[in-house]
């Protein structure tokens, strides 16, 4: 599988600056995908989302950009809308056809170089690059200087990164995918599902591997904060053939992954998002999707933090 490429009719495209750890990730439909979109972070910063709105008139999005370096990262979307311009694609007003990109972005400013950000350049460089090849994952594109498990600020925290994964659906709608690609930049720990275990999270110390259970440290009285700041960027699509208000409701039922993976989850600190695609015109129903959409992402969460390398001091589990 190669994750969010899976689907017919996406690519993926990652621009990473490594010296200071930040980046963007570039999901490109240039066709047109069906978009709904699910807000349950308290600290979200968007462009564009009301694009996604079932009374909208652009019935169709061309791109979603995802991106560090907190509100500044929201400039990367004006790149992506260049490239497509240069290529024709966009949504045509009569005078020319305008590329409707919505961008999410996450706060990795507490980690590598706080002044350097995603620019328009970044965000054409990742649009440039996309293709349809398995999708890179762990310490790459938005997700280069991903964190996760903040309690105690970046000192205690691990790394994280981008993950992808994909689910196929059996029987009568054998021919149907959803597929996810998550940015985890979490305030809370990663959970294994199947075992109830903390995979990646809050540490004891800077210099242990033991994990402190940030759900717990919350219960005992340890106080939260803004502690290097957060939030989980989500983008699921499938094959399926979904209206706004249909593709809306898989994204909110894609955030079952989330909260199944990530705990705390949606917390004050977190600008949790999801946005859901429909591509193509298969037949499966709803329900049936976002099962899948939520164990896609959920797997996706997991391979983010398991793909991720130690970097800028932050210990990661690839090693």
């Not at 600290?43 to 991106?67: I, Y």
């Not at 260049?82 to 005078?95: A, N, P, S």
């Not at 995918?177 to 990663?190: H, I, R, S, T």
Request: proline share 5%.
């Amino acid at each position: 599988m190669k994750g969010l490429t899976d689907i017919p009719g996406i690519r993926v495209g990652h621009a990473s600056d490594w010296e200071a750890l930040t980046g963007c990730t570039v999901i490109l439909c240039e066709s047109g995908a069906t978009a709904g979109a699910d807000i349950r972070g308290s600290a979200s910063g968007t462009e564009e989302f009301p694009v996604m709105e079932a009374d909208h008139v652009a019935p169709v999005v061309h791109a979603v950009v995802l991106a560090g370096g907190s509100a500044f990262g929201l400039e990367a979307a004006s790149g992506v809308r260049r490239f497509l311009e240069q290529k024709g694609v966009g949504f045509d007003t009569g005078v020319t056809r305008v590329p409707i990109v919505p961008c999410a972005i996450l706060y990795d400013l507490a980690v590598g170089k706080a002044g350097v950000r995603p620019t328009r350049e970044m965000g054409e460089a990742a649009a440039a690059a996309a293709s349809d090849a398995p999708v890179p994952q762990g310490a790459v594109g938005a997700g280069t200087g991903a964190t996760v498990g903040k309690l105690f600020g970046i000192p205690q925290a691990m790394k994280s990164g981008i993950g992808s994964a994909t689910v196929e659906l059996e029987g009568r709608w054998s021919a149907v995918k959803v597929a996810a690609l998550v940015a985890v930049n979490a305030f809370g720990d990663v959970i294994d599902p199947d075992t109830g275990r903390i995979v990646a999270g809050t540490r004891r110390a800077p210099d242990s591997r033991e994990f402190a259970d940030t759900v717990r440290q919350l219960k005992r009285g340890v106080r939260s904060g803004f502690r290097g700041a957060n939030t989980t960027l989500v983008v699921v699509a499938t094959n399926a053939l979904l209206g706004k208000p249909e593709a809306r409701k898989l994204a909110v039922l894609a955030q079952i992954g989330v909260a199944r993976t990530i705990r705390p989850v949606n917390t004050p600190y977190d600008g949790d998002v999801v946005i859901a695609l429909s591509l193509g015109r298969e037949k499966a129903e709803l329900t049936a999707l976002g099962v899948a959409a939520a164990e896609a992402v959920s797997e996706a969460i997991l391979r983010a933090v398991r793909l991720a390398p130690t970097l800028g001091g932050v210990p990661g589990l690839k090693e």
